[in-house]
């Protein structure tokens, strides 16, 4: 009597807590979770595919080296959403454009520091301005009689002042 009593409770007890259980059951099988759980899939999918492009065209940028490239691009599809994120970490930190564009500007630089004006004997840089180089005391212009500007050799008239210039030849055959 006491055991079909309690075998009567357990039933009634199972029977309440069978509802909530079989509302999840149902759901699980119906076909709203269906949708639910593909379109998840699907847009997971969808970001899987999306990140690792980026990954690709990202890498592109900065990774010259084909065989990096291709390790950067595999890590950007596996594992799924870590290994963009390690990409991230571990890619280069500047794009080869900007790298080209740098190496560029020293090359500029490096060649206007080659065309910069120097002595022909001690090659010390020298200013356009100088009369004498200041190291080895070569003579470098001849500087205008009136207002003592530095003149270029093929001068022929001081532009400063409008003196004509001396050359040597005239000062030789004056003197001859
Ligand atoms: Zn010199
Ligand atoms: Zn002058």
């Known amino acids: 009597m006491i055991r079909a009593h309690i075998l009567l409770a357990q ?10 259980l079989d509302f999840f059951r149902d759901f ?8 639910i759980r593909n379109v998840t899939l699907f847009f997971l999918v969808v970001f899987w595919l ?12 900065r990774i010259e080296d084909p065989w990096l490239l291709a390790m950067a691009v595999a890590l950007g599809i596996f594992p799924p959403f870590v290994g963009p994120l390690l990409y991230m970490f571990f890619r280069p930190p500047e794009y080869l454009e900007d790298v ?14 080659d065309t910069a004006e120097r002595c022909p ?3 010390a840089a020298i200013e356009p301005s100088f009369l004498a180089c200041p190291v080895c005391t070569t003579k470098l212009k001849e500087a ?9 050799p093929l001068w022929q008239i001081c532009p400063f002042c409008e003196t004509p210039v001396e050359s040597p030849r005239a000062v030789e ?3 001859g």
Do not use: H
């Open 11 to 20: 039933t009634t007890t199972t029977e309440d807590e069978g509802d909530p």
């Open 50 to 61: 999306a990140s690792a492009y980026w990954v690709y065209k990202d890498a592109r940028r």
């Open 144 to 152: 205008c009689r009136r207002c003592k500007q530095p003149l270029e």
């Open 28 to 35: 699980f099988d119906s076909e709203v979770w269906l949708v």
């Open 121 to 123: 004997v001690c090659r």
């Open 173 to 175: 055959n004056l003197s």
């Open 100 to 113: 080209r564009e740098r190496e560029l500007e020293i090359k500029a630089m490096e060649e206007s520091l």
